[in-house]
């Protein structure tokens, strides 16, 4: 902000400068071509000076308006006053009277900006008046101070009201966007709030039954030996546990209230999700190549749900196993996982993809990753690659 001031204000300069300079050279070439049969070589000289320094001001801080606007007037007066009589009064500095009331329009307000305007239209009258003017002719007089002061500071006046008109529209077009970002923002909470006592309504209640009723099943079976029963019993009770701690760290961060110190599970955690799948009947190999970094947390449960993912097919439609491998290269981080796909779902393995492909890929292309997938070994398998870049650091 503070370079865009400096460059606005520079540029004021800069064309205040260039306003002055022109207004400079009007003044003093027709001074010239006018002034220079008319008055004696003293007050030509003197004059000339008096034009050169008074729009040479024009180019000074907007607060000396009001100073320049006397300097202007007063030298119309001086340039009547050497007028030698009955000679014509020549054009000395109309320029700089016209600039200078435009000045005191649009930089003074208030009482100094009636007080440059009156100063402007004395100078007028009075030039005109010591010029040769008859009095009488008072509609003449008032049409030059118009024309040479009143008319310019007007126009100033009307600019800077239509810039602090413009630089209003524009700070009230900014609250606007504020006031419509700021409704979005509340319409997303209010829907992700919806959403969250939706998923506690309809899915925690349900998941936690599922636990309770395994776990009763799996009591209720005695102390007998272990049986497959039990076993799978006791990962229905460890799977809908896991469900569960992942629903409400969900349901924390869509209420925008999540516990201090909790977090989204990252690869950090794969430890736990495998060993909840293990325990499912799905064994499971993960290897890690290169060297581990550390991600970003939004690209680290991006991953960690790419793996999620992955098992989870694996254990609806694959033969009991799974290889999970993670490769670390300098620009990306590619997962792969691959499982034999059991013999009676081989025919399904390709159609089209499964809402669990498409979050796969959906989660890949958030990050400008790439995700293939399809069967390997003449459809005995099943592969699932995606690939996230890195920023190589």
């Known amino acids: 902000m503070s370079a865009r001031t400096d460059g606005v204000s520079g540029s004021l300069t800069r064309q205040s400068i260039m306003v002055a300079g022109f207004c400079l050279l009007a003044d003093v070439f027709a001074f010239c071509y006018e002034g220079r049969e008319v008055y004696s070589p003293v007050a030509f000289w003197c004059l ?14 907007a607060r000396l308006s009001g100073v320049v606007a006397f300097a202007q007037a007063a030298l119309a007066v001086a340039g009547a006053l050497a007028l030698p009589g009955g000679t014509p009064l020549p054009d000395v500095n109309d320029a700089g009277l016209l600039i200078a009331a435009y000045r005191a329009g649009a930089w003074l307000h208030g009482l100094p900006a009636v007080l440059a305007l009156l100063y402007l239209l004395t100078g007028s009258l009075a030039a005109r008046v010591l010029g040769g003017t008859d009095v009488t002719e008072w509609r003449l007089l008032l049409l030059h101070a118009v024309k040479e002061a009143l008319l310019a500071w007007l126009v100033g006046r009307y600019t800077t009201a239509r810039g602090a008109h413009i ?20 319409a997303i909470a209010g829907e992700r709030s919806a959403i969250a006592r939706d998923l506690h309504d309809v899915i925690a209640h ?28 006791t990962a229905v009770e460890t799977s809908s546990r896991a469900a569960l701690l992942d ?47 550390q991600l970003e947390d939004s690209l680290d449960i991006a991953a960690y749900r790419v793996v999620q993912e992955m098992l989870t097919n694996a254990l609806r439609h694959g033969d009991g196993e799974v290889d999970v491998a993670l490769r670390f290269e300098p620009a990306s981080l590619t997962i792969a996982a691959v499982n034999p796909v059991a013999a009676a779902r081989r025919h399904l393995v390709t159609g089209s993809p499964h809402r669990g492909l498409e979050g796969i890929s959906s989660r890949a292309g958030m990050f400008d990753g790439v995700a293939a997938y399809g069967p390997v070994a003449g459809g005995g398998a099943w592969k699932t690659t995606v690939t996230f870049p890195l920023d190589g650091t």
Do not use: C, K, M
């Open 167 to 186: 630089a209003e529209l524009r700070q009230r077009a900014v609250r606007e966007r504020e006031r419509a970002r700021q409704a979005l923002a509340d």
């Open 48 to 61: 000339l000076a008096g034009v050169v320094l008074a729009d040479a001001a024009l180019a000074s801080p």
């Open 247 to 293: 629903l409400r760290r969900l349901l924390d961060f869509l209420h925008d209230s999540p516990v201090e110190g909790a977090r989204q599970p990252g690869l950090d955690n794969l430890d736990e999700l495998t060993d909840a799948v293990s325990a499912a009947g799905l064994r499971t190999t993960v290897t890690v190549e290169g060297v581990r970094r």
């Open 206 to 233: 349900h998941v936690s039954a599922i636990g309770v009723h395994a776990g009763a099943a799996r009591l209720g079976l005695g102390a007998r030996e272990a049986s497959p029963v039990s076993t799978a019993l």
